[in-house]
């Protein structure tokens, strides 16, 4: 039998959940979907300092909303867990002993202040410190002491336990998106694997967590990249085989320059975050902001991947039988905001209309019920997003402002006639359908010698109070008769 394909997405809950990080979540579960591999969530909270309360509520909430499912997680269960990092402590303890014993880490009791000197030192000469083989004798540590001094001054001070990184070595290795990957270790530091408050780094618990979880694959974002020459070198420490790695490409700024950030939505007024974020103040989410998950998806899978063909539009289903971690760039992918509209607008008007009220209503409490169905089947085709359409379409519930200078520019005195004799005739006969009413203001243009497009802008102008909106036979139904007569009346005199 062949093992399953098992993949993580592991989040830190240090805020909220970044679209580069629902990215990384959607393309872990593109990729076991589509080979019937698992997924599991992991919750990296060993950085107690750095935990933000609520993060993980928010992070959990994001992917629930986004559609992504896990096999296994906190909530869920599983045979592998626990999946709050903070609960294995005891598990970290015990493989960093391990690497003790085995001589591939030591106690370290170097004092801040003296780091920071030796550091300050080496920026004076042009030179970064780096702490690993060239200089490790010369710190204070447990490599230049017999096994009765370390004991004692475990005993009595803080300590760290760092990884003994071998030297003049070259780590070779691959990922599945670069390919082969060579770095020398004189240029890698001896990494703090176990911190002095008891908690495991970054690196010790994700590896350790990775093996012990038999996960296969490891994509998670560029920022990584540098760390992986130490996460191989810590599988080989402890003997076990690593897993296979993709590392995904930055997602970069609207400008194409830099790493996205949230203060980039908030400069640019669009957003980074799923849902609400409330910091110093509220962040808007994508669902709040009236976006479709499905949408927001299918845009964010082209965020660095590419099917090969013209075809934009996908559904999860065929982003499931698509997706390939080999058809991923290398390059950065740019946030382009009106790209996603227009991506969002696609999957809107795509729904059955059932379907968009079902969607819609929640969000737009504002507009009656009875009314929401004929509404949404008038404006449809113009939908960008779902959110606060009676303000929007405000002309549909409201008499918009007067506009003396389009009422102007569109109105003469063949346009003024010809509606003259259409609102008499709407209203001796309320019971007309789309077709008739359109018949009847064409054959009261030609009545009157004018321009049946000319008296078509007269009319949109006196509904909407723009050149814009829905079509105006369509608008006059949904407003009704009388409230249609009253706003062609009232700029005929």
Known sequence: MTKKNRLRFAPSPTGPLHIGGLRTALFNYLFAKKTGGELVLRVEDTDQARKVEKSQEHIENSLAWIGIDFDESSKKGGQF???????????????????????????????KERLDFHRLDHEKKGKKFIYNAHNRLKLDNSLSMDKKDVEERIQKENYVVRFKTPSETNVVFNDIIRGEIQVGTRDIDDKILFKSDGMPTYHLANVVDDHLMEITHVIRGEEWLPSLALHVLLYRAFDWQEPKFAHLPLILKPTGKGKLSKRDGDKFGFPVYALDWADEKIYSGFNESGFLAEALINYMVFLGWSPGSEKEIYSLDELINDFALEKINKSGAKFDP????????????????????????????????????????????????????????????????????????????????????????????????????????????????????????????????????????????????????????????
């Open 338 to 493: 009106q790209k996603l509209l227009w991506i969002n607008s696609q999957h809107i008007q795509g729904l059955n209309i059932d379907k968009l009220c079902e969607v819609c209503e929640p969000k737009n409490k504002d507009i009656d019920k009875g009314v929401l169905k004929s509404f949404l089947k008038l404006v449809q085709p113009r939908l960008e997003t779902i959110n606060n359409l009676k303000e929007k379409f405000l002309y549909l519930f409201e008499r918009p402002t007067t506009n003396e200078g389009l009422i102007k520019k569109t109105i003469s005195e063949e346009v003024k006639q010809a509606v003259s004799a259409f609102v008499l005739k709407l209203v001796a006969d309320k019971s007309l359908g789309a077709q008739e009413i359109k018949k009847l203001l064409y054959d009261c243009a030609e009545e009157n010698n004018a321009k049946f497009g000319k008296v078509m802008g007269f009319c949109r102008a006196c509904i909407v109070g723009k050149m814009e909106g829905p079509d105006v036979v369509e608008m006059m139904i949904f407003i009704g008769v009388e409230e249609t007569a009253h706003r062609l009346k009232k700029f005929l005199g």
């Open 81 to 111: 867990g626990p999946y709050n990092q903070s609960e294995r402590k005891d598990i970290y303890k015990k493989h960093i002993n391990v690497l003790i014993e085995k001589g591939w880490a030591y106690y370290a009791f170097d004092k």
